[in-house]
């Protein structure tokens, strides 16, 4: 009976505490979530200022920027742009860049959409074992596997050859887009497919004609993620490539500055570079961005 009355007694004062002690607790969770909030934008603000700014040095001389490194062009002279383009040879890093990066990543999510399918849709131990396989490949950096990959790619006679690069991208990239479009496609809801079944269709078609179509956003978030990634990759491409008509734009761009130790500092040649580098893919996930985001949403949604 006392238990019973202590317990009427002290559950009320517990909900007092807990009512006066809630409205502190919203507030500080809003100014905490104010201060990330602000923190986000300053950052943003910085990324978009330093990208800004490295245009504006694009177009100024090596004189101009030491003089005042802060200072605005006199002129959209492209001068720079040329240099690098030529003297730097971006034109065919341009070129090797952009059929390495289309292709492999092409070819990653076409092989890895019909992988992800299957693992996403059956579930025994072969699948799971498949599924356990691709995460772990997501542990293994490319600094680990890049003396390898050198030595079977040279017996092969595959180093210094854009083919070489292409399959080496593929295969690094098979366990995330294999582990993305997994998580999408078992986000898909499974009736469509079901009624596909009862019509008669085979899983082939129910994969080409129900699957996909519901899948393109999945699909192309995967393939935007695959396309930054390879055009910025440094390292793989800077070990497997010696000769400079198959450079590619990172590799080309260090090479441009190691030109310049013995020539002299070309500052805005070299701002000039790193525009060629960056824009492209800004431009990209500018284009793709909300798209992209929606795809990692829905892809992570179960």
Sequence with gaps: MSENLDVAVVTPIRRKRNRAASPAMAGERTFLRGLGITVLWIAVAVMILMLVWMVAQSFRGTR?????????????????????????????????????????SVVAVVVA?????YLGRVENKLTNALSLYFILGLGIPAQVILIP??????KVYLTDSLLGLNL??????????????????????????????????????????????LAKGGILTAFVLQVI????????SL??????????????????????TYSGADWGGLF???????????????????????????????
């Design 272 to 302: 000039a570079g790193l525009v060629i580098v960056v824009i492209p893919m800004l431009v990209v996930y500018l284009w793709l961005g909300r798209r992209l985001t929606e795809g990692l949403t829905l892809g992570m949604g179960k």
């Design 168 to 213: 080496v991208y593929i295969g690094i990239s098979m366990p995330f887009t294999v582990f993305l479009l997994t998580a999408f496609f078992r986000s898909l809801p499974i009736e469509m497919e079901e009624a596909a079944a009862l019509d008669g269709s085979n899983a082939f078609g129910t994969f080409f004609r129900i699957t996909l179509p």
């Design 229 to 236: 990634a390879h055009w910025n990759e440094t390292l793989l």
């Design 64 to 104: 101009e920027i030491l003089s005042d490194p802060w200072g605005i062009p006199a002129s959209m002279d492209f001068t720079n742009y040329v240099n690098a383009w030529t003297v730097g040879n971006f034109a065919q890093a341009t070129w090797n860049s952009f059929m390495t990066t289309v292709v492999s």
């Design 113 to 117: 959409a019909p992988a992800a399918y």
């Design 149 to 154: 990959l050198f030595v079977m790619l040279n």
């Design 239 to 260: 070990t497997l490539m010696q000769s400079t008509e198959n450079y590619t734009l990172p590799v080309a761009l260090i090479s441009f500055i190691q030109q310049q």
